[in-house]
């Protein structure tokens, strides 16, 4: 039944993915949606709508701008005309389609798309988004306790933890094996459903930040070691998903959680990625976040730098003990107790 299934599909286009390995346009990740359109780092457009902004309100003021009832413009203001905003309205969808037609294609056919991952990237992805679901108890309109689906992500980011290690192992593996990973790391941290900072164990999510970074480091070591961690890799989204990782890492440590002495391999990653002319960009932001990392990054010595990559990613995750398991899947729970947190039935939660 599944062969078939398979083999009926849509026939594939000349330029649709088909293989794990290939390189694929994909969706921005949800928190870079709507934020900008695909232009480097989403900060042009927002500059050039607020200029364009204060140039109509100036327009009013000095040309006492005013509409008949037929809806003609008078005066010598700059308001818009219901043919230009059609015209726009007709431009952006245009864009819109373009875009989406783009979506599941080769990155190497539409190399203006920013957006890029790998087919086995993006279903690393899918599958630790899956496994977040399965402990999350909104989705299951249950209450179990309060931080019960923020310790659910820990436990998947554990496992992800354990497969990355079991990657790196592997005596066979390739640099996509590893980088995959990363790549899933990238889209799943910037997707808005892998929020665990709020977790009362703060000690634990300040670990679990330097094991991002440990990650992160351990794949640029494959990639250099293979010559591809350059600025015209065959690894092309190297740029992005880099991108994505600082600009994840660099928000959490500016944030209220007192987390800043946890994401300080963000200055080693940017110094690597200098050294190899790799240029960092592509996520709405990132320019003021780069000048920021730039700007601290005098603070950071050779010495200091090196204690971040000191040690081993296998040594770091023994060091950090938990390795994830399936205790927070809600569907493995005793029926009994799912009853007594769903709030269907009236139920207040358990505590353990």
Known sequence: MKEEAC?????????????????????????ERNTNDGDEDGEEDGDEDEDEEKDNDKDNEDGEEDEDDDGEVRGNGNKESSADKKGKDKKASTEEETFRKRLGKLASRHPEHLWVITLGGCERYRWWTQEICKRNQDDYSM???????????????????????????????????VWREIEGLAWLLNSGNAEFEMCDDGERCQLILELFGSMIIAAIDELQ??????????????????SLLIKYAWTMGRGDYGFDDNIDWVFYVVQQAEAADITLGGPFGFAKILEEIKAEAS???????????????ASKFKSYGSRGGEQFV?????????????????????FF
């Open 330 to 350: 809600i569907a493995k729970m005793p029926a009994a107790q799912r009853k007594k947190c769903s709030l269907g039935s009236g139920g207040g939660g358990i």
């Open 7 to 31: 083999t009926n599909g849509p026939p594939l286009g000349e330029d649709d993915g088909n293989a794990r390995e290939e390189f694929i346009c994909i969706f921005p990740p949800v928190c």
């Open 225 to 242: 070691k293979k010559g591809l961690f350059t600025k015209d890799s065959e690894f092309s989204n190297i740029p992005i998903i880099l």
């Open 143 to 177: 209450y179990i306790y309060n931080d019960f689906s923020w310790y659910g992500v820990i436990e998947v980011l554990e496992n992800m933890f354990v497969q990355f290690e079991k990657v790196l192992k592997s005596k066979n593996h390739e640099p996509l094996d």
């Open 299 to 313: 603070e950071h010595t050779a010495a200091s730098l090196s204690k971040v990559k000191k040690g081993t990613f």
